[in-house]
């Protein structure tokens, strides 16, 4: 099995155990919290992040993309991985110490919480997954947030009780994250020595930080902000209801962000081999494979919505409901930003359209955010993240329409569509006609799959898509391969 196959595959186990955890606590974290301190939960880990995420400035994206330029190089590696952290490290610490003084004169919190939420900054000071991302050591990373997630799923059962408990969730949630970078520097002297670390070289590094930073703050404010703004412009509660939507969404999202975080490091050392072919192919197979998932699951997640939200969340939470069917539409365009971004542009050092198209992205969203959220709070946020989504995607495209046949990449998603509005309208009359329980979720659940699953396979043996067709023959070969022995 080639190392790519195999990080995808790990990528894949994680973030099937990342479907199943939540599945398991939010119910839980929901009932015994309420919308009130879900809310409140997700304000302050909001502002703890963009202290955090200003810290971290362009680190992730171009120290992934430095790392896999020189992996093959030990002295090289060792002295890009110093180099950059050291930026890191120093602005981090800035940082922590500005969040120090927020929280100190400006913060609103109470003082148990506000002192927790420090936790959350530090693990931006520690956080060198980039380093691993780039050298594809994708087994150690699983492995690590495999056993941290386990540990802070029992820790969650065996001591958060009560809505009072806020704090000790919050306690409980920063600990893993902190825990989850410590354990990564226990592995990082197998891969590089230290290197005395220089102004010059340190020079080199800050310019594409900075650019990469712009869509990364840019992109923050439509998946970050608009929570600050909830907080601030409209209610908490509100906010839990976005919180708790955005849960479900972040399921499938976290697919697509793992399956672009492997592909990212690999691509670039395609670019620097100059393999346009391998690229062009990847590319193909990634729009293919990935949009029939997004399609699929924003479908099925329009149709499960009105049931799934109170029947998983409990009843407070119903207005949750249209948030889920609304941000499932995102999950489409986010996953062609994504392949667009990781395979294409990154790679390839065209930073200006990424910043670009996310800088538009933000000044839509956050003007409709000021517009909308004072007279309709979630909904408010939900149009300007759908119209923010679709920007970014649109830009990009745009930017890639001379070197990229996205016709042809994105043919098959019309396909893909009309099998997912049938499993949608589908799911929907089942929810009418059963009525609000569990079973009836399940029941949808698998009907919506099956119709889906079978459409499609309809759809590729109708067009005779290469891929299916290698599958139909192997399995021609194997069952021959059973008849004559």
Request: glycine share 6%.
């Amino acid at each position: 099995m080639t190392s790519l196959k195999k990080n995808i595959i790990y990528n894949l186990l994680y973030q099937i155990l990342v479907i199943i955890l939540p599945l398991i606590t939010a119910p839980y974290i929901s009932r015994v919290l309420g919308a009130e301190g879900i809310g409140t939960y997700s304000y302050v880990h909001s502002i703890a992040y963009y202290f955090g995420l200003c810290g971290m400035l362009g680190v992730s994206n171009h120290g992934n993309r430095s790392v896999a330029l020189v992996r093959n190089d030990k002295d090289k590696l060792s002295s890009t991985f110093w180099n950059i952290y050291s930026i890191q490290f120093s602005t981090t610490a800035l940082a922590l110490l500005f969040f120090l003084l927020y929280v100190i004169f400006f913060s609103s919190f109470d003082k148990t919480v506000a002192i927790i939420s420090i936790l959350f900054v530090i693990s931006y000071v520690l956080d060198i997954n980039w380093l691993f991302f780039g050298l594809e050591k994708f087994k150690i990373t699983v492995t690590r947030n495999t056993i941290i997630k386990l540990c802070t799923v029992v820790c969650i059962f065996l001591f958060v009780k009560k809505a009072y408990d806020l704090w000790l969730y919050m306690l409980i949630m920063a600990l893993g994250t902190v825990c989850s970078q410590i354990y990564l520097w226990l592995n990082v002297r197998k891969y590089i020595h230290f290197v005395r670390p220089t102004f010059s070289e340190m020079k080199k590094h800050i310019k594409p930080m900075l650019i990469l930073f712009i869509p990364v703050i840019a992109y923050s404010i439509y998946k970050v902000m608009d929570k600050i703004m909830l907080g601030s412009l409209s209610t908490v509660t509100q906010l839990g209801l976005y919180e708790n939507a955005e849960k479900i969404i972040n399921i499938p999202v976290g697919i697509i962000n793992a399956f672009g975080t492997v592909m990212m490091p690999r691509i670039s050392a395609l670019v620097a081999n100059k393999a346009e072919g391998k690229i062009s192919n990847y590319m193909q197979q990634s729009f293919k494979y990935f949009s029939l998932i997004a399609i699929g699951m924003a479908f099925g997640l329009i149709g499960v919505s009105e049931i799934l939200s109170p029947t998983y969340f409990g009843e407070e939470f119903i207005g949750s409901a249209p948030l889920i069917a609304g941000l499932s539409v995102t999950l489409i365009f986010m996953t062609w930003a994504n392949i667009i971004r990781t395979q294409y542009l990154i790679p390839n050092q065209l930073d200006k359209p990424y910043v670009v198209s996310t800088i538009l992205g933000a000044i839509i969203n956050l003007t409709l955010n000021l517009i909308l959220i004072s007279k309709f709070g979630a909904k408010g946020a939900l149009i300007g993240t759908i119209l923010a989504e679709f920007t970014v995607f649109f830009v990009q495209a745009v930017s890639v329409r001379k070197k990229m046949d996205l016709k042809k990449y994105l043919m098959p998603s019309i396909g893909f569509s009309i099998a997912g509005i049938i499993m949608a309208a589908a799911t929907i009359i089942i929810g009418k006609y059963m009525g609000e329980s569990i079973i009836t979720l399940v029941v949808q659940v698998f009907s919506g799959a099956f119709i889906y699953i079978t459409l499609t396979l309809l759809i590729f043996l109708i067009s005779k898509d290469k891929d299916i067709g290698k599958i139909i023959n192997s399995l021609k070969k194997k069952r021959k391969k059973d008849n004559a022995s």
